[in-house]
Each structure stands twice: as C-alpha cells, then as structure tokens.
C-alpha cells in the first residue's frame, strides 16, 4: 500500500526499494532476481552508456545488489510483519501507520546513500552529447508530467488523484465500498494544489542537479551530488518542506479509517498479499556482498 512517485534519475534507488514494497507484480522474488537486468533497462530510458560504461557499472551493480539482498531484506520483513500486526487492529494507530510510511522515506535514504560513490564516477565519465540527451529526456519528461497533473482544471486534477489512488488500493483491497471510495474523495480533495506544488520542487531539484553535472569535473561535484542524491528535502521550499509531512499524514489517516471499515473480505485479502510478500522476500538467497573494484 505504499505509494511513491519514482523519480527518474534515481532509479536505481528507487527500483531496489519500490519493486519490493510496492509489491507491483505477482511475485516479487521474479523482479528481484532480475534486477541486476531491469535497472540498467530502465536507466536506459535516460542514461544512453556506451560499451565502456555498461562494463564498469555492471560490477557495482551487482556488489549494489548483493549489498541490498544481505542488508536491506532483513528489514523488510521486519518491516512487514510489524505492518501485518498493525493491520490485524480493529482501528490501526495513524500515528504507527505515518511511522511505517518515514520508514519507507529512510530505506529510500539508505539505498542514495549506497549508490552515491558510484553515481558520482559514472556521471564524471558521460560525454558533453550525453549530458545534453539526459537533459532532454528529462525536459520531455517534464512536459509530460506537467500535461498530465498540471494542465487539467483543478476540479479533474483532483477527480484523477482519487481515481489514481482507487487503482492502486483495488488489488490490495479488492472493491472498494461507497464510503471508502467517499473517503478517497475527501482525500484527494484536501491534497488540493499539490501537483504543482509537487512538479514546481522536483523541477527545482532539477535544476540544481543540472548546475551539478555541468561541473561534474569540478573539485566540488561529488559533494554537490552527494547532497542532491541524499539529502533530497534539503532543496525543497518552504512550503513544500511544511507540507510534506503533513501530507504523509494525512495519508496515514486516509489508510487508519479505509482499514476500520474494511469488510471481512478486504481485511482477509489484505492479509494474504502482505504475507505473499513476506515469503518472496524470506525465500530469497543473498550472494555475499562484492567489491567494486
């Protein structure tokens, strides 16, 4: 029931985390035997290696994934089975929901913060072309968001965000009930501008990312990096930084009151995809973690 917004150019942060927790397919084990393939795929989107580069990254990735299999797992199922038991309340606590949410945000920190030195060498080696085409997949990729979550009336923005969050609850939950989805509603509505919100501090993040590879030769770049990479809030404003947390939140309270009306059924359903999860991932074998070099 974790829902995150992947951002493109941590990617491969994001898949070692979100494929497990999203628990998108219907075995996880599947993604996760086959990452070391599916990151360099969907890097490819934006970041075009050449022969060289594709050699040198390739053993990081795996001593990345080894790392990830042997010291990230193990806290997951934690993380699950503390999940599971907050689920089986008749009315879970928001407030442990909202707990379950930041640690999702912190696994996400523990993962930058593993791939920085690796990130950083890999961008030294890029060519000015291909700076210039991940700039562009990135702009094009921006035109589309903003097509999608900024160009519509404010009235469909929220329409889409309700109907967004009822796709991603219905494989959880099953059918969804007149109040639940009235609850969504309520939901989506309170969230009111925060697609521009959102968009205006990842192109902000952006930006600075963008100043960053420029100089990505300089003496400064690989503190430059590290910050973008691992300490992300640090560059959202104001506002964005008041209301993220709140937002975190209220979508904690948004899950606390879909589980206390849930039905037999759905709380059943719930149950069985969480411990679905739970054995694909205890069922997994780590490789002793690797060296880069």
Not at 67 to 89: F, I, K, M, N, V
Not at 172 to 184: D, F
Not at 256 to 269: G, I, K, P, V, W
Request: with cysteine.
């Amino acid at each position: 029931m974790i829902l995150l917004r992947r951002q493109r150019l941590s990617g491969m942060a994001l898949l070692l985390v979100a494929s497990l927790l999203l628990a998108s397919c219907s075995r996880v084990s599947l993604v996760y035997r086959n990452l070391d393939w599916l990151i360099p795929w969907r890097l490819n989107d934006y970041l075009h290696l050449n022969r060289e580069q594709k050699a040198w990254l390739k053993p990081r990735l795996q001593a990345h994934l080894a790392w990830h299999c042997s010291s990230e797992l193990a806290r997951y199922l934690d993380w699950l089975q503390r999940l599971d038991a907050l689920l089986q309340q008749p009315r879970p606590d928001a407030s442990l929901l909202d707990l379950q949410l930041r640690e999702v945000d912190e696994a996400l920190k523990r993962v930058a913060v593993q791939i920085t030195p690796t990130a950083i060498e890999l961008l030294r080696m890029f060519s000015d072309r291909q700076v210039a085409e991940l700039f562009a997949a990135i702009d094009e990729d921006n035109r589309e968001l903003y097509e999608e979550y900024l160009e519509p009336p404010l009235r469909v923005q929220i329409a889409d965000r309700a109907e967004r969050m009822e796709e991603r609850l219905r494989p959880w939950l099953g059918s969804l009930t007149l109040r639940q989805r009235a609850r969504i509603s309520q939901w989506a509505a309170a969230m009111g501008g925060q697609n521009r919100l959102w968009l205006d501090n990842r192109m902000r993040w952006q930006e600075a990312l963008f100043e960053a590879i420029r100089g990505r030769h300089d003496a400064a770049f690989a503190g430059l990096l590290s910050d973008l990479l691992q300490l992300r809030e640090s560059y959202f404003n104001a506002e964005f930084r008041a209301a993220y947390p709140r937002n975190r939140r209220a979508l904690a309270e948004l899950f606390r009151d879909l589980l206390t009306s849930a039905d037999d059924h759905q709380r059943m359903r719930l149950r069985r995809r969480l411990h679905d999860l739970q054995r694909d991932l205890a069922e997994q074998v780590c490789a002793a973690p690797l060296t880069a070099d």
